[in-house]
């Protein structure tokens, strides 16, 4: 496969994934196994386009929060996204000062999907016969918060899905409504993540190919903004079990593979 269609892979598979509850990070660590490892930079890129499409997708709940701080609704909203990304970034930084790093390696990316997905079961089994709350309380806030970090620090594990999953156990039981607040929290806290990435990287930018950074960005922007589209759609009459399913025969087949 030549560079430029490795490149537009790598896009798609960033931009499918990355607000799916089955781990961005998990998918690419994978595909990099085949299709080569590339660089923190190049990886910094196609997460911004995803996170922009997201952007595009809610400007106008984003707009209707921010020009409407005088409806008390409106600022008790804002007040449990900021505390939830505060809280992330809290323990983000712990983790980072403690060394905590991704592990590569397959075989715990397999496991993870596999529990993921069968933490999916669960919880919707769960919650099944309750009814749809669709009020975001401090707890909801803490929770997501909270296990935002798990994707931080468990590859396989999935941002979208543990926030998602953290807000509907706290009492959200709104699909549509845990996900869009898991959403918003994931904006700040993804942008915060690749701003610090970037700084990581910042002394590699002389030798990078700008042409595969520019054309992994755009593709994972328009793939990210489809996906996203779709599962919002796709959620308002369907749990999420197709996603638990998916994550447990990705994982069995990862851990029957070869990879390490």
Not at 87 to 100: E, Q, V
Not at 109 to 121: K, R, V
């Amino acid at each position: 496969m030549s560079d430029l269609w490795q490149t537009i892979t790598l896009g798609i598979i960033e931009g499918i994934t990355e607000f799916l509850p089955v781990s961005s990070t998990g998918h690419l660590l994978i595909a990099e196994h085949w299709l080569g490892e590339r660089s923190e930079l190049f990886n910094v890129a196609i997460q911004a386009g995803a996170i922009l499409a997201v952007v595009f997708i809610y400007w106008r709940r984003l707009f209707t929060l921010f020009t409407g701080l005088n409806k008390p609704e409106n600022r008790d909203y804002l007040a449990k996204l900021t505390v939830a990304f505060l809280i992330t970034s809290l323990l983000g930084f712990i983790a980072t000062r403690h060394g905590f790093k991704l592990a590569e390696a397959v075989r715990p990316i397999a496991w993870a999907l596999i529990i993921g997905g069968i933490a999916i079961l669960a919880i919707e089994r769960l919650i099944a016969n309750r009814p749809p709350v669709t009020v975001v309380t401090w707890k909801v806030a803490v929770w997501v918060g909270t296990c935002q970090i798990l994707a931080a620090i468990f590859p396989g594990t999935s941002r979208s899905a543990s926030t998602i999953f953290a807000a509907m156990l706290a009492g959200l039981t709104s699909r549509p409504a845990a996900t869009e607040f898991a959403f918003l929290v994931g904006i700040p806290t993804m942008f915060a993540a690749t701003g610090y990435e970037l700084l990581k990287t910042r002394g590699e930018a002389a030798n990078e190919d700008w042409m595969a950074l520019a054309i992994g960005f755009v593709v994972s922007g328009i793939v990210a903004f489809i996906a996203v589209k779709w599962l919002l759609r796709y959620i308002q009459t369907h749990r999420f079990t197709l996603f638990a399913w998916y994550r447990i025969a990705l994982g069995l087949a990862l851990l029957l593979s070869n990879l390490r």
